[in-house]
C-alpha cells in the first residue's frame, strides 16, 4: 500500500506563487507516472500536469509557461511550481502516482485564488 501526504496549498492572489509537495510512503520499490490533478467546484477532475521516470513532463493547456513538475526520486516526492497563479486556478489539487500499475490519489490540498 502507498499513502500520499500533498501540502503547500493555500490562499493567494492573482499573480501569485505556490509550491505543491507529494511524499509518497509505504510499499515502494518504484514509482511510475507521477501528476497532479486538480477539481474546481462544480467542475469535473483535471489532469494538471504529469512527468514519467524519464522526468519527461506534459501539461494542460491552461498552465504551460506558469507551472512546473518535477520529482526526487530519492525522497519519492513529486513537487508543482505554480506561478502567475489566475483565480481560475482556484481548485483541489490531487497528487497521483503509478506504483507497479496501480494508481494511488491524495486526499487533495486546497488552492484558493483571489482576483
Known amino acids: 500500500q502507498v499513502q500520499l501526504v500533498e501540502s503547500g496549498g493555500g490562499l493567494v492572489q492573482a499573480g501569485g506563487s505556490l509550491r505543491l509537495s507529494c511524499a509518497a510512503s509505504g510499499t515502494i520499490f518504484s514509482i511510475d507516472n507521477m501528476g497532479w490533478y486538480r477539481q474546481a467546484p462544480g467542475k469535473q477532475r483535471e489532469l494538471v500536469a504529469v512527468?514519467?521516470?524519464?522526468?519527461?513532463?506534459n501539461y494542460v493547456d491552461s498552465v504551460k509557461g506558469r507551472f512546473t513538475i518535477s520529482r526526487d526520486n530519492a525522497k519519492n516526492t513529486v513537487y508543482l511550481q505554480m506561478n502567475s497563479l489566475k483565480p481560475e486556478d482556484t481548485a483541489v489539487y490531487y497528487c497521483?502516482?503509478?506504483?507497479?500499475?496501480?494508481?494511488?490519489w491524495g486526499k487533495g490540498t486546497l488552492v484558493t485564488v483571489s482576483s
Open positions: 512527468i514519467t521516470t524519464g522526468s519527461s513532463t
Open positions: 497521483n502516482v503509478f506504483v507497479v500499475g496501480r494508481t494511488f
